[in-house]
């Protein structure tokens, strides 16, 4: 049983910073890509980034380059959503996902965290 859980959401201000955590667990994640999704609130679920687990850059959406990192730890088997420079339209519940391989469909999510960012 795959688990993927968040954590590090909250609320802040406009221009701060949050790093949320993915602690993954239930199987070997080597081979396999890890995902960041957001959903605000009357919109649909959107790509924010992805990283192998095993290595090689990150990839993001125009709108986070620049300002939000992904980075894994795989002693810990957790991976990590670094946000710099939060705006307002960051504003949405925060996913974690996982697909086996590099491409292919995102088979394992998790539950979601909040992130609130105040003007």
């Known amino acids: 049983q795959v688990q993927l859980v968040e954590s590090g959401g909250g609320l802040v201000q406009a221009g701060d910073s949050l790093r949320l955590s993915c602690a993954a667990s239930?199987?070997?994640?080597?081979?396999?890509?890890m995902g960041w999704f957001r959903q605000a609130p009357g919109k649909e679920r959107e790509f924010v980034g992805r990283?192998?687990?095993?290595?090689?850059?990150?990839y993001y959406r125009d709108s986070v380059k620049g300002r939000f990192t992904i980075s894994r730890d795989n002693a810990k088997n957790t991976v990590y959503l670094q946000m710099n420079s939060l705006k307002p339209e960051d504003t949405a519940v925060y996913y974690c996902?996982?697909?086996?391989?590099?491409?292919?469909?995102?088979?394992?999510w998790g539950q979601g965290t909040q992130v609130t960012v105040s003007s």
């Open positions: 996902a996982a697909r086996p391989g590099v491409t292919g469909s995102w088979d394992y």
């Open positions: 239930g199987r070997t994640f080597s081979g396999s890509t």
């Open positions: 990283i192998a687990w095993t290595g090689g850059s990150a």
